[in-house]
């Protein structure tokens, strides 16, 4: 099936870029306290949107980066990746020195310190600008995008692996390192205490990613998509996901006991039921999507997909400003104003880098642009 024209604008593909928009919104609006949250919050099973949003950056890195590798090689692909992580990393200093700024200049304001921000912050304000620069201190709404620069730095490994046949092998192992996440001990942070490496268990969300990237590296290397997706697996997808949104949202019972559903509903692991609803239902939107492709398109959610950085950064930013007034979540009104005050910045932040930096990303290649997945595992 081919791509309709006016699913693509450029070199890029709309769905992907609005999936990725959603998942910005959906990520904002959990950020803040509202009673949107209800509807925004785990909204068709037991995941999150940072799953989501985790999976597809590793699809699209997989797509982009294997075009890289083909036409410069490994070095091209190291140049790329390591360029790619730099631009990473200075978005996440942007946001956490700007973050750092300005809950200074509002405790000036106020007379007070908000327990909503980062309390090294205050404590020890040169330590906390010291270990953020060095990435070892990533408070709440500052852990995503050093997540995503250390993935980033896998690609070649991953990809090179891929290429020379060894899919298996790598989603195998990487499955494994997940696997064994899913059982190790919680480790105690407070004796590391100012050492905060984010709420992300990189060694449990690595699997996500390259499950994403080995996705991606099947699209371009034209592997069997989703055109007629198997009649008997798409009833088994349905059926957990039906599932898990009885769970979430009409208190259906559990089928373990209580310590075991909680390690399988583990969010900083992954834990094993959360990984299978987000697998069976992210099989079924390609399935929908390969079928019905203009149904996943949104330009307004495309433009925060294409810029997905500065609102990452951005909304780091907002957010972490605005909870340091009890005003804004008086009431229901004051917070509703507040969550479409933040979401109305993500826009124009994503407004403002499409005028100015319209090249600032790499495109997502417009060919085999269906929006399927191909027949692995994930």
Same mark, same amino acid.
């Given at each position: 099936?081919?791509?309709?024209?006016?699913?693509?604008?450029?070199?890029?593909?709309?769905?992907?870029?609005?999936?990725?928009?959603?998942?910005?919104?959906?990520?904002?609006?959990?950020?803040?306290?509202?009673?949107?949250?209800?509807?925004?919050?785990?909204?068709?099973?037991?995941?999150?949107?940072?799953?989501?949003?985790?999976?597809?950056?590793?699809?699209?890195?997989?797509?982009?980066?294997?075009?890289?590798?083909?036409?410069?090689?490994?070095?091209?692909?190291?140049?790329?990746?390591?360029?790619?992580?730099?631009?990473?990393?200075?978005?996440?200093?942007?946001?956490?020195?700007?973050?750092?700024?300005?809950?200074?200049?509002?405790?000036?304001?106020?007379?007070?310190?908000?327990?909503?921000?980062?309390?090294?912050?205050?404590?020890?304000?040169?330590?906390?600008?010291?270990?953020?620069?060095? +990435? =070892?201190?990533? *408070?709440? $709404?500052?852990? &995503?995008?050093?997540?995503?620069? @250390?993935? !980033?730095?896998? %690609?070649?490994?991953?990809?090179?692996?891929?290429?020379?046949?060894?899919?298996?092998?790598?989603?195998?192992?990487?499955?494994?390192?997940?696997?064994?996440?899913?059982?190790?001990?919680?480790?105690?942070?407070?004796?590391?205490?100012?050492?905060?490496?984010?709420?992300?268990?990189?060694?449990?969300?690595?699997?996500?990613?390259?499950?994403?990237?080995?996705?991606?590296?099947?699209?371009?290397?034209?592997?069997?998509?989703?055109?007629?997706?198997?009649?008997?697996?798409?009833?088994?997808?349905?059926?957990?996901?039906?599932?898990?949104?009885?769970?979430?949202?009409?208190?259906?019972?559990?089928?373990?006991?209580?310590?075991?559903?909680?390690? +399988? =509903?583990?969010? *900083?692991? $992954?834990?094993? &039921?959360?990984?299978?609803?987000? @697998?069976? !239902?992210?099989? %079924?939107?390609?399935?929908?999507?390969?079928?019905?492709?203009?149904?996943?398109?949104?330009?307004?959610?495309?433009?925060?997909?294409?810029?997905?950085?500065?609102?990452?950064?951005?909304?780091?930013?907002?957010?972490?400003?605005?909870?340091?007034?009890?005003?804004?979540?008086?009431?229901?009104?004051?917070?509703?104003?507040?969550?479409?005050?933040?979401?109305?910045?993500?826009?124009?932040?994503?407004?403002?880098?499409?005028?100015?930096?319209?090249?600032?990303?790499?495109?997502?290649?417009?060919?085999?642009?269906?929006?399927?997945?191909?027949?692995?595992?994930?």
């Amino acid at each position: 099936m081919k791509s309709k024209p006016e699913l693509l604008t450029g070199s890029r593909d709309l769905r992907f870029d609005s999936l990725r928009g959603l998942f910005l919104v959906l990520m904002t609006v959990n950020h803040l306290p509202t009673e949107i949250r209800e509807v925004t919050d785990q909204p068709v099973g037991l995941f999150a949107a940072a799953e989501g949003f985790v999976f597809l950056s590793g699809l699209l890195a997989g797509w982009v980066y294997t075009r890289k590798y083909r036409s410069g090689g490994l070095q091209g692909l190291w140049k790329a990746t390591t360029d790619r992580a730099r631009g990473i990393y200075r978005w996440h200093v942007g946001a956490f020195l700007a973050a750092f700024v300005l809950v200074q200049a509002t405790e000036h304001a106020l007379g007070y310190c908000s327990p909503n921000v980062p309390k090294l912050f205050f404590e020890h304000p040169l330590e906390s600008v010291g270990l953020g620069l060095s +990435l =070892l201190y990533q *408070p709440g $709404l500052l852990d &995503l995008l050093p997540m995503y620069c @250390g993935f !980033v730095l896998l %690609l070649p490994t991953v990809i090179r692996a891929l290429e020379t046949g060894r899919r298996w092998w790598v989603l195998g192992i990487s499955a494994a390192v997940w696997f064994a996440v899913q059982w190790a001990p919680a480790v105690d942070g407070a004796p590391l205490y100012p050492i905060n490496t984010g709420s992300f268990n990189l060694f449990a969300w690595q699997f996500l990613f390259v499950a994403g990237v080995a996705v991606g590296h099947a699209r371009v290397s034209g592997f069997a998509q989703l055109a007629r997706p198997s009649r008997w697996v798409l009833l088994g997808a349905g059926a957990v996901a039906l599932y898990g949104f009885g769970i979430r949202h009409a208190q259906w019972p559990s089928l373990w006991p209580n310590p075991t559903f909680g390690v +399988l =509903l583990n969010k *900083p692991a $992954l834990g094993l &039921l959360r990984m299978a609803d987000f @697998g069976c !239902v992210a099989y %079924l939107v390609a399935a929908v999507g390969a079928r019905f492709p203009s149904a996943l398109t949104s330009r307004p959610l495309a433009l925060l997909g294409r810029h997905s950085l500065a609102v990452v950064a951005v909304q780091s930013v907002a957010v972490m400003t605005f909870l340091q007034f009890p005003a804004l979540s008086d009431t229901v009104a004051a917070r509703t104003l507040t969550v479409a005050a933040t979401v109305g910045v993500l826009f124009a932040a994503a407004y403002l880098r499409e005028t100015f930096a319209p090249a600032a990303r790499p495109p997502v290649p417009a060919a085999q642009s269906e929006l399927a997945t191909a027949r692995t595992p994930v």
